[in-house]
């Protein structure tokens, strides 16, 4: 059966400017999906279908006990949610959650058969992936968190200097990293080679923001490095991520 494309309308209410941002970021990123989410407004032309409700508003409330919201499916973000909210999320807000709550309501019906598959769908297999975000630049990390999800890479953490890069990649074994070349502390291709050579080592490295000299790229040549736009290309990103061995996680 082919998939349909399906634009769904979000009603959101509250929430700082920063969460809206991320937000934005991610409703932006679902166009390429064949389930796609908007924010709604009254200019929308259609109704809303789900509602996003900040606990920390009185205004989320409101909505959540109003009896015109009986036909809208309510999402909660924060603590003590209303009886008639159908999931709640705790806060500090992982989008990718949100997202997947989202996916469970109205991703098309052909896509929730995974498992009859007997071989590992790569998508399973990417969420057991461990990522690393190194950006000085919060909204850069946003962005590529919310691009990892997308590729159901929800394991991520992020880092805001080399020097945090390298203590986080000595705890944990990461599969794959992205590194703003735009570091203060640090020179990005030092950082790599860190990351590249350490205790856990790094297979799969990207770098964002690197310059496009015909030495920058036979270095990231010689070391398996790929160079990225900034903000990466989606499609480039996606190539890249696609190109990433799917073995055994250990």
Not at 233 to 247: M, T, V, Y
Request: with cysteine.
């Amino acid at each position: 059966m082919q998939s349909m494309v399906q634009r769904i309308y979000v009603k959101v209410v509250g929430f700082s400017d920063e969460e809206r941002h991320a937000l934005n970021t991610v409703f932006r990123l679902s166009e390429q999906c064949r389930t796609m989410y908007q924010l709604w407004t009254p200019q929308a032309g259609e109704p809303a279908r789900v509602a996003l409700l900040d606990g920390q508003s009185w205004e989320a409330r409101v909505e959540a006990e109003s009896p015109m919201q009986r036909d809208l499916r309510l999402l909660w973000v924060g603590s003590n949610a209303p009886a008639a909210v159908w999931r709640s999320f705790p806060r500090p807000i992982v989008w990718p959650e949100v997202v997947a709550g989202l996916d469970a309501l109205f991703a098309p019906q052909d896509a929730l058969d995974l498992d009859l598959d007997p071989d590992p769908e790569p998508e399973a297999i990417m969420s057991q992936k461990q990522a690393l975000i190194v950006s000085a630049d919060r909204g850069e990390r946003l962005y590529l968190r919310a691009r990892l999800s997308l590729a159901r890479l929800t394991q991520a953490d992020e880092a805001e200097s080399g020097s945090e890069a390298v203590a986080l990649a000595r705890g944990k074994q990461y599969d794959l990293a992205l590194v703003d070349a735009g570091l203060h502390d640090m020179d990005a291709w030092t950082l790599v080679s860190q990351l590249r050579r350490g205790r856990r080592p790094i297979p799969h490295l990207a770098l964002t923001k690197a310059a496009r000299s015909v030495s920058e790229r036979l270095r990231a040549w010689r070391g398996s490095t790929a160079l990225l736009e900034d903000p990466p290309d989606p499609e480039r990103l996606d190539a890249w991520l696609s190109r990433i061995e799917l073995g055994p996680v250990a």
